[in-house]
């Protein structure tokens, strides 16, 4: 039988994975322990528990909801973009990306707990699956946003959608990756994403048929 989302379940929810994004930040994915989480918020074990299965569920849907607030203000500042003009077959591919990957999000947390993720998933099958089905999940909104984009008729691509999702994925995530390792931060962590994502965007893009 499925539990009804209350609102105060979902607000238990939501402090439970503010909390494991502040812990995860301090000690990372193995230290994070569920004990340290809900002593962040202020619950018990029996909270968490009630309200996730494990503190795999949990990152997983924390990292989830990280990326998802990515995509939704990607998806914004395009809807923004197309509105005003500015997404065009004469903008520069670059700058635009720069322009649409500008959130103020924190990109840095975000690349480290999904690496942790990945090595989780890497060394746990049940762990990886799961991991996958999210993965899937967030290529098929990226994929939706290209295709949106393909639609305006503005841009024509040189590749199919899938294919064009997997490598943008690719581009962000290995690049932040290495800028991570490299200890950038904030904005120059965040350009180095972007710049990385436009140099790509330059090769996949065509102009539209007249």
Not at 18 to 36: H, I, K, R, T, Y
Not at 123 to 150: C, H, N, P, W
Request: proline share 2%.
């Amino acid at each position: 039988m499925t539990i009804p989302v209350t609102r105060r379940r979902e607000n238990t929810r939501a402090r439970l994975l503010d909390a494991a994004a502040e812990v995860f930040a301090e000690v990372g994915l193995e230290g994070a322990s569920v004990e340290a989480i809900c002593d962040r918020a202020g619950f018990t074990r029996g909270a968490f528990y009630s309200n996730f299965e494990s503190k795999d569920e949990l990152f997983l849907e924390l990292a989830s909801s990280v990326a998802e607030q990515r995509l939704a203000s990607v998806r914004g500042r395009i809807e923004e973009f197309v509105a005003a003009g500015v997404l065009n077959g004469d903008a520069d591919p670059i700058e635009l990306v720069q322009k649409v990957m500008d959130s103020g999000l924190d990109d840095r947390l975000s690349v480290l707990m999904m690496s942790e993720i990945r090595i989780r998933a890497l060394r746990d099958e049940g762990f990886g699956k799961a991991y996958l089905a999210q993965d899937r999940a967030m290529t098929a909104s990226i994929e939706e946003i290209i295709q949106g984009i393909v639609d305006s008729g503005l841009f024509a691509l040189r590749i199919d959608v899938p294919t064009a999702a997997q490598m943008l994925m690719v581009q962000w995530e290995g690049c932040m990756a290495r800028a991570a390792v490299s200890g950038w931060d904030g904005e120059k962590l965040h350009r180095a994403g972007a710049e990385a994502l436009g140099h790509l965007v330059e090769l996949l893009i065509a102009p539209a048929a007249g």
